[in-house]
């Protein structure tokens, strides 16, 4: 290593003489990999972790360098960490013929012409933006429809009903109110709802609220419709904007909450602010989520609301490879066939295959500190993880097979009627 730090150069030179000294080897695998070197990290944090198996300092270090989420229960993808982290690409280019390639081909053969390219950008989930004080809009810009991998039939849709129409302003004058409302996108948790409402934001140049309405109710009970007022407020000074008022359901007056007092009050509120006069709503896009439209209040769908609604499915085949290869960016892999995996992972959330990952990410390490011999993470980590990981879409289909077949109103679950059909679900 030419390129190594004096600093680094004599704590190996320390380590090689006391090769028993957990805390000075995990000394040097931190520098490691602070200057970029995780698989270097990842080897002599295992060599500490076959001196002091149950070591806890080497187990984080081990995880950290090999990417793999301290917190268990966060399947979401975790913004770049240190900026300048291991630079596979050309790390893979230097030792070209020595290792085997991260990724490769069996069949050339996807369903998709052309693979999404690169990592898509992190779309936190939602819900994140009720802070106590005050509603922060997200600058625009930071995520696009490139951003979201294939699901060409939804960018379509949003193409023509919203995108065409907000962004050009000659073409709303002409069809004036015919134009006002919003979006509500529905389906499964964790396929990308959240995600694509960020891309909008970032296809309008406008920015991004996040509110859960859950957030709006709780925030300070008895206090429901001024949070909300408040909500539109703050996008409509910073226009254009994008209002997501995830979790839409939770305003819904049918099920549990039906004695929760203040709720139709904050209905109202939500009604009068979305028939606000088209002058007060110039450059405020609205957009709301939910995993149960059943629940949604009927109110808030009718023309000039929420009156347009996208079905947003499972990610296909392009769109899972795209969220794989996103996940799999930073992590020690081998010969990864992402054709193959896309075939076995059908039906998978965008959430699944986050945890998917992170299962193969954990058995490549446990092995690996079991047996004191590194070794990266590989297909069959990645089948046995797929295998373990049950698509959590299913419950869903499951609920909302009976409300499209027997409550579908206006025609509202065409769509959803017309994919389980082809899926052979119905
Ligand atoms: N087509 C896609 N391309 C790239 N990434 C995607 C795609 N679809 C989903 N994802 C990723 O999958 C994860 C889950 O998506 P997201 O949080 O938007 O789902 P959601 O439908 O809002 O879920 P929930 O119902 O739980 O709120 C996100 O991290 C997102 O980055
Ligand atoms: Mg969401």
């Known amino acids: 290593m030419s390129d190594e730090s004096p600093l680094i150069r004599s704590l190996r030179a320390a380590v090689a003489a006391a090769p028993d000294d957990v805390p000075l080897r995990l000394h040097l695998a931190e520098l490691l990999l602070a200057a970029g070197h995780s698989d270097q990290a990842v ?3 295992a060599v500490a972790l076959q001196h002091a198996p149950g070591d806890a300092d080497a187990r ?68 994140d933006a009720g802070s106590v004080s005050a509603w ?3 600058a625009p810009g930071s995520v696009s429809l490139a951003d979201v991998g294939g699901m060409r039939e939804v960018k379509d849709r949003l193409e023509a009903a919203f995108l065409a129409p907000m962004r050009n302003p000659e073409l709303r004058r002409l ?20 995600f694509i409402a960020r891309a909008v934001a970032g296809e309008l140049g406008a920015g991004f609220l996040s509110v859960s309405v859950n957030d709006v109710l709780d925030m300070w009970i008895g206090n429901s419709e001024r949070n909300m007022h408040e909500v539109f407020e703050t996008a409509r000074r910073q226009a254009p904007c994008v209002v997501f008022l995830d979790e839409l359901d939770a305003l819904g007056a049918k099920r549990s909450r039906t004695h929760h007092s203040g709720m139709r009050n904050t209905v109202n509120q939500l009604l009068t602010e ?13 957009l709301a989520a939910t995993n149960v439209p059943w629940d949604v209040d009927i109110a808030l769908r009718r023309p000039g609301r929420l009156d347009r609604t996208l079905l947003v499915l499972p ?6 490879e795209a969220i794989l290869r996103y996940h799999l960016r930073d ?43 590194v070794r990266m993470i590989n297909m ?11 698509p959590s879409t299913e419950p869903w289909f499951a609920a909302a097979r009976n409300v499209a077949m027997f409550a579908n109103d206006g025609g509202m679950y065409d769509d959803l009627l017309a994919y389980l059909k082809k899926k052979r679900k119905l």
């Not at 979305?274 to 609205?286: R, T």
């Not at 990610?315 to 899972?320: C, G, I, K, M, V």
């Not at 066939?337 to 076995?344: A, E, I, P, S």
């Open 43 to 45: 080897t002599e944090a």
């Open 380 to 390: 069959t980590d990645l089948l046995a993880a797929a295998k373990d990981v049950r």
């Open 175 to 194: 069809f004036g109110k015919s134009l006002r409302g919003g979006l509500l996108l529905y389906g499964p948790p964790g396929c990308g709802k959240t």
């Open 274 to 286: 979305l028939d606000g006069v088209d002058a007060v709503n110039e450059g405020v896009f609205v």
């Open 60 to 127: 984080a270090l081990m995880m950290r360098a090999m990417g793999v989420p301290t917190a268990p229960a966060d399947l979401q993808p975790q913004p770049p960490s240190e900026p300048g982290g291991f630079d596979w690409t050309a790390a893979e280019r230097e030792i070209e013929d020595a290792v085997p390639p991260r990724f490769v081909t069996s069949e050339r053969a996807m369903d998709s012409p052309a693979p999404a390219t690169e990592a898509p950008v992190a779309a936190d989930g939602g819900g």
């Open 331 to 373: 992590r020690p892999i081998e010969s990864v066939d992402l054709g193959r995996l896309v075939k076995v992972t059908e039906d998978f959330s965008g959430a699944d295959l986050a945890h998917l990952c992170d299962s193969a990410a954990e058995s490549a390490l446990l092995d690996s500190a079991r047996t004191g011999t």
């Open 136 to 138: 922060d809009i997200d």
């Open 315 to 320: 990610p296909d085949a392009p769109a899972r």
